[in-house]
């Protein structure tokens, strides 16, 4: 049973940072591209960052791009989201997801993603 586990949420300040993990199991995931998505209360799901399996190519939503890395170890089926910078409109529940392989044209679509994980809270106060 494929299973994508996130951890790393809480509760933090404006300014302050959290590190999100997400621990892939269950199958061989080699090739596969990583993503991170959030979801804010009454708001549609939305693009975080993705990567690529080599690590060689990642990519960031406009909102969050110069506060947030992305990264992965694949010798521990382990994905990260490093979030500085914290702002309150950041505060989500945070979804990782994999997909078969990374793509140029559809690594921010949400149907692109084969397996998903289920979520962990990330709430800023101002």
């Known amino acids: 049973q494929v299973q994508l586990v996130e951890s790393g949420g809480g509760l933090v300040q404006a300014g302050g940072s959290l590190r999100l993990s997400c621990v892939a199991s269950?199958?061989?995931?080699?090739?596969?591209?990583m993503g991170w998505f959030r979801q804010a209360r009454g708001k549609e799901r939305e693009f975080v960052a993705a990567i690529s399996w080599s690590g060689g190519r990642a990519d960031y939503a406009d909102s969050v791009k110069g506060r947030f890395t992305i990264s992965r170890d694949n010798a521990k089926n382990t994905r990260y989201l490093q979030m500085n910078n914290l702002k309150p409109e950041d505060t989500a529940v945070y979804f990782c997801a994999a997909a078969f392989r990374y793509s140029d044209n559809h690594y921010y679509l949400q149907n692109w993603y084969n397996y998903w994980g289920q979520g962990t809270q990330v709430t800023v106060s101002s």
């Open positions: 269950g199958r061989t995931f080699t090739g596969f591209a």
